[in-house]
C-alpha cells in the first residue's frame, strides 16, 4: 500500500486533482456553515428549562458538542460532497498510470449523487451512536479510526471499482478484500485526523484507490468481472 500512496501523493499537483480539492473543500465547509448556523438557530429558540442559567449552560454544551461532531465528520463529509467530482481524479490517474485501461463504465451523476447522500446519512448515524465513546480518552480516538476508516474504505472502493466492475463484481472483490480494504480505510483515516493533511483527503484517498483497486482488479476471476 506504501506504493500506491506514493504514487498518489506524487501526482498532487496535477490540475484535475486541484480543482476537485478546491471545489469539495469550498462545498464541505458551506455545508457545514448552514449545519451549525441551524443547529444554533435551535437551540436559541428551544427552550427546555425555565431556568435562565440552565438554559444558557445547555446552549453553550450543545454548541461545543456541535463543533466537535463537525469536525469528527470533517473527513467523511467531504468524500460524501465530492463524491460526483472524483470521477476527474480517477481518470487522471488511469491516464498518467494506465493508459492502456479501455474508457471506464459510464456511471450517471445522479448516481454518484444518490450513494454520496446514502453514505452522508450512514456516517452521520454511525458517529452519533459512536458519540457517547468520544468523550472517553484514548478509546475515543480508536472508536473514531475504526468506525470512520471502515465506512469512508467502503466508500471510496465502491465509488471506484463501479466504473469497472459489474455489480456482481464489485460485491465480490469487496468480500474477497475487506481486510484490505479496511486497512486501506484506516489510513486514509489517520490521515483525515490531521490537520491542514485532511483538506487534501479527497483527492489524495481517490487516486490511492484508484491504484488499489487496479492490482486488485487485476487478480479478479473472470467469471466475477
Do not use: C
Request: glycine share 8%.
Amino acid at each position: 500500500m506504501i506504493r500506491e500512496l506514493s504514487r498518489a501523493v506524487g501526482q498532487l499537483p496535477d490540475p484535475a486533482f486541484t480543482r476537485v480539492l478546491i471545489l469539495s473543500a469550498l462545498g464541505t465547509i458551506g455545508l457545514f456553515v448552514a449545519l451549525l448556523f441551524g443547529f444554533g438557530w435551535l437551540l436559541a429558540h428551544t427552550s427546555l428549562f425555565s431556568i435562565p442559567w440552565v438554559e444558557t449552560g445547555i446552549d453553550l454544551l450543545g454548541g461545543v458538542a456541535g463543533l466537535a461532531l463537525a469536525w469528527l465528520m470533517f473527513p467523511a463529509v467531504m468524500v460524501a460532497v465530492s463524491s460526483t467530482l472524483l470521477d476527474g481524479i480517477v481518470d487522471a490517474v488511469e491516464r498518467r498510470h494506465y493508459p492502456h485501461l479501455p474508457a471506464p463504465r459510464p456511471v450517471p451523476v445522479w448516481r454518484s449523487a444518490l450513494e454520496g447522500l446514502k453514505f452522508l446519512g450512514l456516517i452521520v448515524l454511525a458517529n452519533l451512536l459512536a458519540l457517547p465513546f468520544y468523550f472517553v480518552p484514548v478509546v475515543n480516538l480508536f472508536v473514531w479510526i475504526v468506525v470512520n476508516g471502515y465506512l469512508i474504505g467502503r466508500e471510496y472502493f465502491e465509488l471506484v471499482a463501479i466504473r469497472r466492475l459489474t455489480p456482481m463484481g464489485v460485491k465480490f472483490l469487496r468480500n474477497e478484500r475487506r481486510m484490505g480494504l479496511f486497512a486501506a480505510g484506516i489510513i486514509i483515516a489517520f490521515l483525515s485526523s490531521l490537520p491542514l493533511v485532511n483538506l487534501l483527503v479527497p483527492v489524495l484517498a481517490a487516486a490511492f484507490m484508484a491504484h488499489l483497486v487496479e492490482g486488485m482488479r487485476r487478480e479478479l476471476p473472470a467469471a466475477a468481472a
